[in-house]
């Protein structure tokens, strides 16, 4: 048996499962490991040439630590980090590649372009980024949220963490001038959907994205996995992958 030898990690989840079916539409990739919560990653680690990771973000940074001193590429598909945690995960990229995206889809990268531009192009209108998942997701606003947060403030050259407003409640007063507002939901068995408002004086835009299967993030993943190997050390995104400037 030949091909890419690939280690998944955080394999009975959703995702875990996805990529699990998704291999069977790629012949170029040899599982050698499905790690699950209490496994040994060490040796699965050692005999990988890259490992997709949808696991939890203690996992994830500990996985990033195993691969960096491997020179084993990373592809994480893990959101909900905090900023020691993505401090972590930059340090171990200046060892191997690391993909890492919120979102592993080629729409979900295509609307943070367009998301990018729009903000650019309208800097007065309001941004406001609505998000709803299925009723057990853990983490909020979503990865694929922030992602599209992180762009509309790229295109208005502000930083999202001085800008985001992440919950209203009671008395708020007035909106802030350049705000960017997010409202998670959560229910049922929504897979994702996203939908960023650009609101002005008389009119409204709305971009929009709806995930119908998981096998979406799931080949994109892949896709990540195959260009990361031989790439030098840094923190990629799928916009990278994709040759997408976003």
Known sequence: MSGIKLVIAGANGRMGQ???????????????AALRRGDDPLPAVAQAEVLVDFSAPACSVELAG?????????V?????????????????????AIVKSGNMSLGVTLLA???????????????????????????APSGTALLLGEAAASGRD?????????????????????????????GGTVVGEHRVILA???ERIELAHIAEDRMIFARGALAA???AIGQP?????????????A
Request: proline letters at 3%; hydrophobic letters at 45%; charged letters at 20%.
């Open 200 to 202: 002005g004086p008389h």
């Open 233 to 245: 050390p840094g923190l990629y995104s799928i916009a990278d992958v994709l040759g997408i400037s």
């Open 225 to 227: 996995a195959r260009w």
């Open 158 to 186: 502000v930083s999202l963490a001085e800008k985001a407003v992440r919950g209203r409640d009671g008395h708020t007063g007035a909106r802030k001038d350049g705000a960017i507002g997010f409202a998670s939901l959560r």
């Open 66 to 74: 195993l691969a960096a001193q491997a020179h084993v590429a990373h």
């Open 113 to 139: 372009a367009l998301v990018q531009q729009a903000a650019k192009a309208l800097p007065d209108f309001d941004i406001e980024i609505v998000e709803m998942h299925h009723r057990m997701k853990v983490d």
């Open 76 to 96: 994480i598909g893990t959101t909900g980090f905090s900023r020691q945690q993505e401090s972590a995960i930059a340090k171990a990229a200046e060892q191997t």
């Open 18 to 32: 996805a990529l699990q079916r998704a291999l069977t539409d790629a012949p170029d990739f040899q599982l050698v």
